[in-house]
């Protein structure tokens, strides 16, 4: 599995957008501009990227399509159609059959299977909305930081940023799932590629018509003129969504698939397809995914998907153990602390084969692990990773305060050297898993001569030491092992247990916090899909009992869990290259939340039991835990987006 795209393909993609940002309209006048018109068909033409289909290679199609769209290319590429957009009031009149339209977009394909004519259809036309979307941003976001209001530009106002903050993370999403059906059209069976596509496509239409609109709500008055491009991008989106079927009855098909196939087909082990995006396994991992596979079969724990009942909690540390000791936990990890040095791809194998086979998600350490690998010195990493990884010994993570949230810099809680030894004192809160710690990660302030930030250093506490008092809190779904208070009034530290140096702690805790937001560090993904498929088997075991509103809520969770499956896939396969740290891990973030919410509400809608009423309770806390979604939003739009801050 690598996903990553190959050089040619990046090469194609430069080419396309090249093409189109020299003979694509860059004003709506220019849409009525013949010659220019002529031009770019011709050098179209001459690409032979018409023809890319004819060598199956819908990727490759794919990236074309996309980077025309972006550009708002207005000729023919993979079928007519999307000419119409430029003609005012055509869109809706190509509610045509779904078989003229699959003969529109693959002509030469007429005579293959009508699944797969279909699928084509859908990945491509998801390509499209990506382009789309994409084209919308670039264009909302340069005129945001242009366009002056109350004398700043309207970019550094947090409602506009937190728009296209949102706009950005939707069209991230729609561009996992709209590369992986677009891959499924060559590599899957054609019910499967179908089933894929539709995913792809409720995912990317619902994405593509709301990103539109905010590019229209950033212009203000601008936006609503015919001279401005915004409603050009509105309209092809509208075209490229009635294609094939919008959000509605795509929702249908995989509603209709989930309730009848397997969900996940991987395809073959894929030895031919090197060098190009592979959502396959290679020999080794099929290999690695069938030993996992029988070990799963007589080592499910039977527990819930975590953190949504105390019997999670309860059965967690051996759970942890049984993965460790089997050779299946710390996957991509150094093998000197424990780990397997595998790519990090596996995980991705991991956390779908634990979805599959309804076991409890893997321990979700990582972002601990991490930090401590990049700024822990030699005798930190020997002595603490080893433990973390084995899970012999506990940890929790002492940031936040009752004064020190979303703004933890302001943190109050002091450690001040006495000898050997650095000495605690302070008041953290909503310290998960604080109870039954052996450790903790103290953010604690060595310096108030400083700025805030540079006056923080990090700590591994004893837990079990007189300094140190538990005040367990309950959540609102009445769980009592979930987090709790921790006061420090004493609590001992031997100095050679800081990690890093002095006033490195704000560099530790970034770290920490930025994996503490990716799925793929967290395993999160398993425990979304294992709860979709618990509601997907109670609706099977009696359709009747389920009204259309709550089949709704299951399709969305279904599509919205896939995504980040895929969305991981990316992650992970660019992980290949090395760990690079940015703000991503913030988009990830916000997908991550939107998935347990859709999840949450689906379990509302369709469980009916505490169980479910838990669940759903338990996701509202996705959006405040490891940095609120206000906050990621603030990070996309000026660390990703580069809007201005005022
Ligand atoms: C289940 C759970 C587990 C947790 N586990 C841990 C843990 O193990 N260790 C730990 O240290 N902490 C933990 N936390 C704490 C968590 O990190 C904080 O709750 C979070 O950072 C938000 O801080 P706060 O609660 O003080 O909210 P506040 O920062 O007070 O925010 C309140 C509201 O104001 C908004 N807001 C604040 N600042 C801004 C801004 N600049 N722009 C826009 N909106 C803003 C927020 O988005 C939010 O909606 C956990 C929390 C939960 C819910």
Request: with cysteine; proline share 5%; net charge negative.
């Amino acid at each position: 599995m690598d996903v990553r795209l190959s050089q040619e393909q990046r090469a194609l993609q430069d080419a396309a957008a090249r093409l189109v940002a020299d003979l694509g309209p860059r004003t709506v006048a220019d849409l009525d501009d013949a010659e220019r018109r002529s031009k770019l068909d011709a050098a179209l033409a001459a690409t032979g990227w018409r023809e890319l289909r004819n060598d199956a290679s819908t990727v490759e199609a794919a990236i074309v399509a996309e980077e025309l769209a972006r550009g708002l290319a207005d000729v023919s590429f993979i079928g007519p159609v999307l000419q119409l957009v430029a003609q005012p009031g055509a869109i809706r009149a190509i509610a045509r059959p779904v078989r003229d339209m699959a003969a529109d977009l693959t002509g030469a394909f007429a005579g293959i299977p009508a699944d797969a004519d279909i699928a084509v259809g859908l990945a491509l036309t998801c390509a499209d909305l990506v382009g789309v979307m994409r084209g919308a941003i670039d264009l909302s976001t340069a005129y945001a930081r242009d366009r002056k209001q109350y004398g700043a530009a309207i970019g550094s106002f947090q409602a506009v940023q937190h728009l296209l903050a949102d706009a950005f993370v939707a069209m991230e999403g729609s561009r996992s799932v709209a590369l992986h059906a677009a891959w499924a059209v060559d590599a899957l069976p054609p019910a499967d590629a179908l089933a894929a596509a539709a995913i792809a496509k409720a995912y990317c239409a619902r994405a593509a018509r709301s990103v539109c609109e905010t590019a229209i709500q950033v212009h203000g008055g601008i936006g609503n003129t015919w001279d401005c491009l915004a409603h050009v991008y509105l309209r092809r989106a509208l075209t490229a969504i009635d294609l094939f079927g919008g959000v509605g009855p795509n929702l249908d098909r995989v509603l209709t698939d989930f309730l009848r196939i397997s969900p996940t087909p991987h395809g073959k082990p894929a030895e031919s397809r090197e060098g190009s995006v592979d959502f396959s396994d290679s020999p080794d991992e099929a290999a690695f995914r069938a030993r996992l596979r029988d070990w799963l079969r007589d080592n499910n724990p039977g527990l819930p998907a975590s953190s949504t009942s105390d019997a999670y909690w309860a059965g967690q540390a051996s759970w942890h153990h049984a993965l460790f000791d089997a050779g299946f936990f710390g996957l991509s990890w150094p093998k000197a602390i424990g780990g397997h040095e595998l790519p990090s791809v596996y995980d991705v194998i991991l956390d779908e084969e634990l979805a599959t086979a309804g076991t409890p998600p893997r321990p979700s350490l990582g972002y601990l692990v991490q930090g401590i690998l990049e700024h822990g010195n030699a005798d930190i990493q020997a002595r603490f990773l080893p433990g973390i990884v084995s899970g012999q010994e506990r940890w929790c993570q002492g940031f936040s305060e009752p004064d020190a949230g979303s703004d933890l810099a302001a943190l109050r809680t002091r450690a001040e050297r006495d000898g050997d030894d650095f000495v605690i004192t302070g008041h953290k809160v909503w310290t998960s898993y604080s109870d039954v710690a052996d450790w903790c990660l103290v953010l604690a302030r060595t310096d108030a001569a400083v700025p805030k930030h540079k006056g923080l250093s990090a700590f591994v506490v004893a837990m079990d030491q007189p300094g140190i008092e538990q005040r367990p809190l309950k959540m609102i779904n009445g769980m009592t092992k979930e987090f709790g208070e921790v006061i420090f009034d004493g609590a001992r530290v031997p100095a050679s247990h800081m990690i890093g140096d002095p006033g490195d702690g704000w560099r530790l805790a970034m770290t920490v916090v930025s994996h503490e937001r990716e799925p793929g560090e967290l395993g999160y993904v398993a425990r979304y899909k294992k709860t979709a498929h618990e509601l997907t088997e109670s609706v099977r075991a009696n359709p009747a009992a389920y009204g259309a509103e709550q089949s709704r809520d299951l399709a969305w969770a279904i599509v919205e869990a896939e995504m980040l499956r895929l969305h991981v896939c990316r992650r992970l396969s660019d992980r290949l290259d090395g760990i690079t740290h940015g703000p991503e891990g913030s988009v990830d973030k916000l997908l991550m939340t939107q998935v347990e919410q859709a999840v949450g509400h689906a379990a509302l809608s369709i469980g009916g039991d505490e169980a479910s009423l838990s669940t759903y309770l338990y996701s509202r806390a996705q959006s405040v835990m490891g940095g609120t979604s206000q906050i990621q939003r603030n990070l996309v739009a000026t660390r990703i987006l580069k809007l201005p801050t005022k």
